[in-house]
Structure formats: structure tokens, C-alpha cells
Antibody, heavy 117, light 109 residues
Framework: QLQLVQSGAEVKKPGASVRVSCKTS????????IHWVRQAPGQRLEWMGW????????KYLQKFQGRVTITRDTAASTAYMEVSSLRFEDTAIYYC??????????WGQGTQVTVSS | QTVVTQEPSLTVSPGGTVTLTCASS?????????PNWFQHKPGQAPRAVIY???NRHSWTPARFSGSLLGGKAALTLSGVQPEDEAEYHC?????????FGGGTKLTVL
């Protein structure tokens, strides 16, 4: 089974960028699609986008187009999600999650990102 | 903007049966929306329980079942245990995009 371990908590100022990593192990990274999801305080889970770890193809929720970039390093079996031009409302727990054949399965432990002046 | 709607909260007695539903603002939910269900406890990451409408993961107890019911995706818990108390989120696929429901807080009382 795939294990996903995310990078640690971040505190950033408005306008800055943050990159969160999602290191995988236990299975073949390139056979998975990796999703990024966030949950702001008191809000529902929000899907942000995905990357096909094999091809590198990506898809983003339209509201994040141009501000969120998802990449991967196949040699390191790691996916990355970068958010630029951070706003206070980007304060949330960010998760990576894996998917194969339309079924989502494993999740990372979550990374708290706080945007504060 | 597509909205996925779940019951905000439900209460069930231990050993009872409860059904949570997941509706789409675009119309009836079908298997083509590849419904996924997740259990989410405070301070933990979500845990997948059902994928592709009615498939359990290897770790999902048999008391969890998924289905389509009256134009909605449904998650039924039979013989509910105290440890099933959690928030449950559904997730639907819309042509490349995915949309989460608002979550149902399930209380076992």
C-alpha cells in the first residue's frame, strides 16, 4: 500500500508562496494520480487539483488556475503543491491523497498552512 | 457552480442502521460520478471507506456499504459501533474535476 508523508507546518505572510511536499513509499508512485485537497477552518473539504504521477499531466480547479502549481519528482516519488500570492483565506490544512482507477485511497497526514501578517 | 449536498448531521444508536446521502445540484447521481466516501475524525486525515459507488477498501468494515438511492449516492452503516462517530464526506467526479459534499456529522448516542 502507498504511504504518503507530507512536509511540516508553514507560516507565511500575505503575498508569499508556500510549497508543500508529499513523499510516497510502499508502491509504484507512477501508477497513481495524486490529488491535493484543503480544508479551511469551518469549511468543507475542497479539491484543488491533481497530477498524474506517471505522465505529469495536471488538472486544477478553475479558481486555482494560475495560482496553484502541482509538480512531481518521480526519482524521489514525491509530489509538490505550490500556492503563490497567499491570502489570509488560504489558511487551511492541506492534504495530498492518492487515486487509482477512479477510487481514492490513501491520504497524507495533512500540512497546516497559516497566512498571517 | 456545482454543489454537492449532504445531511449536516445525523444521530444513530449503537447497533442501529443509518443512511447518509449525497446529492448533486446537476441532477441524479449515477455510477458515472464515481462516488467516494470518506470518514474523518477530529485531528486525523480523512480515511477512504467506499469508492466507485459501492466498493469497500480492504480496511473498510463490512458494516459499511455504498449504493445509489433515489438519485443520490448513499452510505449505509449497519450495526453501528461507537467508533463510527465521525464526519463523513462524499466526493463526486465531474469530467476531470472533483467536488466534495459539505459533510455529515454522525453522532452515535
Amino acid at each position: 500500500q502507498l504511504q504518503l508523508v507530507q512536509s511540516g507546518a508553514e507560516v507565511k505572510k500575505p503575498g508569499a508562496s508556500v510549497r508543500v511536499s508529499c513523499k510516497t513509499s510502499g508502491d509504484t508512485f507512477t501508477t497513481y494520480t495524486i490529488h491535493w485537497v484543503r480544508q479551511a477552518p469551518g469549511q468543507r473539504l475542497e479539491w484543488m487539483g491533481w497530477i498524474n504521477a506517471g505522465t505529469g499531466n495536471t488538472k486544477y480547479l478553475q479558481k486555482f488556475q494560475g495560482r496553484v502549481t502541482i509538480t512531481r519528482d518521480t526519482a524521489a516519488s514525491t509530489a509538490y503543491m505550490e500556492v503563490s500570492s497567499l491570502r489570509f483565506e488560504d489558511t487551511a490544512i492541506y492534504y495530498c491523497a492518492s487515486q487509482r482507477s477512479r477510487g481514492w485511497d490513501y491520504w497524507g497526514q495533512g500540512t497546516q498552512v497559516t497566512v498571517s501578517s | 457552480q456545482t454543489v454537492v449536498t449532504q445531511e449536516p448531521s445525523l444521530t444513530v444508536s449503537p447497533g442501529g442502521t443509518v443512511t447518509l446521502t449525497c446529492a448533486s445540484s446537476t441532477g441524479a447521481v449515477t455510477s458515472g460520478y464515481f462516488p467516494n466516501w470518506f470518514q474523518h475524525k477530529p485531528g486525523q486525515a480523512p480515511r477512504a471507506v467506499i469508492y466507485n459507488t459501492n466498493n469497500r477498501h480492504s480496511w473498510t468494515p463490512a458494516r459499511f456499504s455504498g449504493s445509489l438511492l433515489g438519485g443520490k449516492a448513499a452510505l449505509t452503516l449497519s450495526g453501528v459501533q461507537p467508533e463510527d462517530e465521525a464526519e463523513y464526506h462524499c466526493l463526486l467526479h465531474y469530467g476531470g474535476d472533483w467536488v466534495f459534499g459539505g459533510g455529515t456529522k454522525l453522532t452515535v448516542l
